[in-house]
Nanobody, 123 residues
Framework: VQLQASGGGLVQAGGSLRLSCTAS????????MGWFRQAPGKEREFAAV????????YYSGSVKGRFTISRDNAKNTVYLQMNSLKPEDTGVYYC?????????????????WGQGTLVTVSS
C-alpha cells in the first residue's frame, strides 16, 4: 500500500486547509485510515481516524469540532478538512493506514505511512 498526502501550505490563523491522502496498491487490505501530526521538537500525535467501510470517525480533543475527516472510496482518498486553524496546529501531517478494523489512535499500530505534508499556521 502506498499513500500520497497533499494539500499542506501556509495559512493565517483562523483560516482553512484541506489535506488529501490517496491510497494505491493492495488497498483491499486496509479499512482504517488516520491522520497524525508532528510539531517541531514534539512526538507524532493522533489527529483523526476513519473507518472506510462504516464511515465512523474519531478525533483528538485538540481538533474535535474544527477538523473533519471524510473519505471517497471510489477515489481511494481520505480528506482532512481543517477549519479555524491555530498556530499550534503547525506541523507535518501524515496520513497512515492499518490492517484490521480497529480505529486505533496509536501511531505504532499503523502499517503504512505517507510522506507527510507541511502545514504552517501564522499568527
Amino acid at each position: 500500500v502506498q499513500l500520497q498526502a497533499s494539500g499542506g501550505g501556509l495559512v493565517q490563523a483562523g483560516g482553512s486547509l484541506r489535506l488529501s491522502c490517496t491510497a494505491s496498491g493492495s488497498i483491499f487490505s486496509i479499512n482504517v485510515m488516520g491522520w497524525f501530526r508532528q510539531a517541531p521538537g514534539k512526538e507524532r500525535e493522533f489527529a483523526a481516524v476513519i473507518d472506510r467501510s462504516a464511515g465512523l470517525t474519531y478525533y483528538s480533543g485538540s481538533v474535535k469540532g474544527r477538523f473533519t475527516i471524510s473519505r471517497d472510496n471510489a477515489k481511494n482518498t481520505v480528506y482532512l478538512q481543517m477549519n479555524s486553524l491555530k498556530p499550534e496546529d503547525t506541523g507535518v501531517y501524515y496520513c497512515a493506514s492499518k490492517r484490521g478494523n480497529y480505529a486505533s489512535r496509536l501511531p505504532d499500530e499503523y502499517n503504512y505511512w505517507g510522506q507527510g505534508t507541511l502545514v504552517t499556521v501564522s499568527s
